[in-house]
């Protein structure tokens, strides 16, 4: 249940993105603050919360279950320990694709995972979106957006729904690989990508 408590320990102390890594052991969240955590900051401690209670291969086969047949959780974050297949090594966390990403968007917006109230739980995180540089970027204020955003050095993800102001709602996931210069800010080139083909998108739809 949403409500379940999780317990905040050392073992989860995760560097990187997030707030967990920074307060003290011991703190009890409920599940949906963890995931919410996860969703919206991109929390590395809160992820690794929540693989501990559901397992890496629960995480794949409900992957599968889904119709996400290339998309696959392989490890922790920052886990030292290496992924089952050799060949895997290299992904680090996991891997996924944009097409596997539209339709975990669709069933979202459809309300065909778990059920309507699962769905809505999820968008309401997704809607708390902390990192609004890539697709909502340059959308302005007059469409929604519920998403999330992934990123490592060389590398910019950004996935979510964009309802316009006419009422349109539009999927959108766009992956920007092998970023030369490595820049954790705003100015990010894959950032500003996104941004530019999110709004060409939004412009060419509502036209």
């Known amino acids: 249940t949403w409500d379940r408590p999780l317990l905040f320990t050392e073992e989860n102390r995760t560097p990187g993105s997030g707030v967990l890594k920074d307060l003290s052991n011991g703190i ?22 929540v693989i501990d209670l559901v397992g890496v291969e629960s995480v794949n086969e409900r992957m599968r279950s889904l119709g996400c047949q290339n998309t696959e959780l392989f490890r922790k ?27 975990l968007l669709e069933l979202l917006h459809s309300n ?4 309507v109230e699962v769905c809505e739980c999820l968008r309401s995180m997704m809607y708390k979106q902390h990192y609004r540089d890539g697709i909502p970027r340059n959308l302005g204020v007059d469409v929604e957006f519920w998403g999330k955003s992934g990123a490592i050095d060389h590398c910019r993800n950004d996935i979510g729904i964009v309802k316009t102001k006419c009422g349109m709602s539009v999927a959108m996931a766009i992956f920007c690989q092998d970023i030369t210069e490595i820049l954790w800010s705003p100015d990010n080139k894959g950032l500003l990508a ?12 509502t036209s």
């Open 194 to 205: 996104i941004a530019s083909i999110s709004e060409a998108i939004i412009r060419g739809v």
């Open 77 to 103: 974050v920052y886990s030292k320990q290496p992924p089952k297949d050799p060949d895997n090594a290299r992904f680090g966390l996991g891997v996924t694709t944009p097409q596997d990403q539209i339709r």
């Open 28 to 49: 009890s969240l409920s599940l949906f603050d963890v995931c919410t955590l996860m969703i919206c900051m991109s929390d590395n401690s809160a992820t690794n919360m």
């Open 112 to 115: 065909e995972i778990g059920n």
